[in-house]
Each structure stands twice: as structure tokens, then as C-alpha cells.
């Protein structure tokens, strides 16, 4: 399945919503889609959205901390984690389990520390704090073949920027969707942000 090198982060979603956003999404062409684990009943949400859509899109979870937590968003259905630290046991037991695995890092150290544990591609958290000029930076000696996401902060207004700045894709959170926000809205800012990203990668 190929993707959109776009995650939308659906934190505070709630069960009832979840089908609903999802298709919304992958209808305007968001097919990687992220449950924090923080957010009201995340498992059921991600079973739910596995179940839906897993055909036509990756469902996974986020805000994961502990092995623990990955099995429980294996069996749930979900088929990537993203962390927001670099937990070397969390990417670890991803891969083991053959989930995909995008821990967040902000140094040269943590970046480094993830690829060695095997993750899939790297988090950039906050972005907005990095900014492009960071990440070009720390891009400069890493090893090109793995993707990088701008995360916090990256808005289609700026994914020009960070495309430039070497970044693969980005992770979309109160841009996208924010708690009670209905299907309709997210439709119309997904319609956008795949517009930008797909300008980006034509240029």
C-alpha cells in the first residue's frame, strides 16, 4: 500500500467519531492515520478504524511509551507506532512485531539512537521549535534513505519549507483535527494539506 508521506493526528477522538473522520481522510487522500493513545478509549478508536478502512489505509497509534502499549495496538489492529521520545524498547519491540516504528527526536544523538534500534523513519518534535534550518541541519549528516516527518508546527503554509529542508513528509495534529471537529471540517483542511503536499512534490 503507498501512502502520502502525510500522518494525521486524531488526539481527543472518540469512538463514535472515529469511522466517520477516517473516511473522510482517506477520501481526500490522508491514508496514514494516527490514534494517541491519550485520547478518550485510543484501542477502541484504532480497532474500529482497523476494521473500517484497513484495507485502504495504515491505522496506528501514537503517544506510545512502553512495550506494553505496542502489543496492545498490535492486537487492537493498528500497523505503526509513533512515540514522542526515542524509546529504544519501544522500537525495538515495533519492529519485532513487524509494526513500523517513528519515534520522536529533536538531536543528532536521538536520531542516531533510533536508527540504530531500527525504526522506520524519524520524528521530528516540535518542528516549529527546529524549524527547517535545524532540520536541513541535522538531515546533513544523516543517512538520506530514511524518511524524516516535521511534527508540531508543520501546516500546508509552510510544508515548502521543510520539503526543502530535506523532510519526507509531516504529522498533521491541531491543523487537521481537533476534538469535536466534524467529519465536513477535516475533509476540507485534508483537501488542503494534500494540495500543498502534492505542489511540494512536483517541485
Not at 20 to 44: F, Q, R
Not at 147 to 154: K, L, N, S, T
Not at 166 to 188: H, R, S
Request: glycine share 10%.
Amino acid at each position: 500500500m503507498n501512502h502520502r508521506h502525510i500522518i494525521a493526528i486524531l488526539r481527543g477522538i472518540t469512538p463514535p467519531e472515529t469511522v466517520a473522520v477516517c473516511e473522510a481522510l482517506v477520501a481526500a487522500g490522508i491514508t496514514m492515520i494516527e490514534v494517541p493513545l491519550n485520547s478518550p478509549d485510543a484501542l477502541t478508536s484504532i480497532a474500529l478504524a482497523s476494521n473500517a478502512l484497513g484495507d485502504q489505509a495504515a491505522i496506528g497509534a501514537g503517544t506510545v511509551l512502553t512495550k506494553k502499549q505496542v502489543w496492545a495496538v498490535a492486537d487492537a489492529g493498528g500497523t505503526f507506532i509513533v512515540s514522542p521520545d526515542t524509546n529504544k524498547a519501544v522500537i525495538e519491540e515495533s519492529v519485532r512485531i513487524q509494526l513500523l516504528s517513528y519515534p520522536g527526536v529533536f538531536t543528532p544523538t536521538e536520531a542516531f539512537r533510533a536508527i540504530k534500534a531500527g525504526a522506520t523513519g524519524l520524528k521530528f518534535f516540535p518542528a516549529e521549535v527546529l524549524g527547517a534550518k535545524g532540520i536541513k541541519a541535522m538531515k546533513a549528516v544523516l543517512p538520506p534513505e530514511v524518511p524524516v516527518y516535521a511534527v508540531g508546527g508543520a501546516n500546508p503554509d509552510n510544508f515548502s519549507e521543510f520539503f526543502a529542508a530535506g523532510c519526507t513528509g509531516f504529522g498533521l495534529g491541531t491543523y487537521i483535527y481537533k476534538p469535536g471537529m466534524d467529519a465536513a471540517a477535516v475533509a476540507e483542511r485534508a483537501a488542503t494539506a494534500v494540495a500543498a503536499y502534492d505542489t511540494g512534490m512536483a517541485q
